[in-house]
Nanobody, 118 residues
Framework: QAQLVESGGGLVQPGGSLRLSCAASGIIFSSYTMGWYRQAPGNQRELVARIGSSGSTNYRDSVKGRFTISRDNAKNTVYLQMNSLKPEDTAVYYC????????????WGQGTQVTVSS
């Protein structure tokens, strides 16, 4: 059974850093594009960053230069390093796995809360 488990969220002051981790099981990790999404109260879920099987990455504009997504295929884990955090980064962060080839398969984690506040 496919499963994604996020960790690393918490409370941090503005300007601080956090590293989120997402451990995958039950999937062929190297065949999936891995992504981080977030959802703040009252807002739609939005893409934060994504990394393909080839290592190619893309980020939403508001996090470019502050966040870095990476993956370790040997550990079936994707990371999101978040630096220079701002209050507007506060949200529940979700890990996502999307199989790159047919048949499609998409998995979501349960989410981890990130709160940026002084």
């Amino acid at each position: 059974q496919a499963q994604l488990v996020e960790s690393g969220g918490g409370l941090v002051q503005p300007g601080g850093s956090l590293r989120l981790s997402c451990a995958a099981s039950g999937i062929i990790f190297s065949s999936y594009t891995m992504g981080w999404y977030r959802q703040a109260p009252g807002n739609q879920r939005e893409l934060v960053a994504r990394i393909g099987s080839s290592g190619s990455t893309n980020y939403r504009d508001s996090v470019k230069g502050r966040f870095t997504i990476s993956r370790d295929n040997a550990k079936n884990t994707v990371y999101l390093q978040m630096n220079s955090l701002k209050p507007e980064d506060t949200a529940v962060y979700y890990c996502n796995a999307d199989r790159e080839r047919w048949p499609s398969h998409n998995v979501w984690g349960q989410g981890t809360q990130v709160t940026v506040s002084s």
